[in-house]
């Protein structure tokens, strides 16, 4: 099993950026196995949608359109920790945002679906203020 803890999450005014990080353990987690990670979030009334992904060993990113330019996934494979910066923060990101990981390594430039993922966290919620 693979658990991933979400942090980082809170209150900013629109402009103003977080760093969110997500931390992975398990039994049957590990560095050379696990192939992708992700971010995707979730504002209320509205379903879970794709943020950006990393392949864990070599580091290929993909983005959403939404914040492209804005927020950068990357990770330290040496902690298994997963990060999201983001930038330029606008008040439609306010949302829970969710860490997710994969078994597979997925490429290409198109949108992930929830159900490309195999495990979750429980959310932190970021509130981005006008």
């Known amino acids: 099993q693979v658990q991933l803890v979400e942090s980082g999450g809170g209150l900013v005014q629109a402009g103003g950026s977080l760093r969110l990080s997500c931390a992975a353990s398990g039994r049957t987690f590990s560095s050379k196995s696990m192939g992708t990670m992700g971010w995707f979030r979730q504002a209320p009334g509205k379903e879970r949608e794709f943020v950006a992904r990393i392949t864990w060993i070599v580091g290929t990113t993909n983005y959403a359109d939404t914040v492209k330019g804005r927020f950068t996934i990357s990770r330290d494979n040496a902690i298994n920790t997963l990060y999201l910066q983001m930038n330029s923060l606008k008040p439609e990101d306010t949302a829970v945002y969710y860490c997710?990981?994969?078994?597979?390594?997925?490429?290409?430039?198109?949108?992930?679906?929830?159900?490309?993922?195999?495990?979750w966290g429980q959310g932190t919620q970021v509130t981005v203020s006008s």
């Open positions: 997710a990981a994969a078994n597979v390594i997925r490429v290409g430039s198109g949108t992930d679906r929830p159900s490309d993922y195999n495990y």
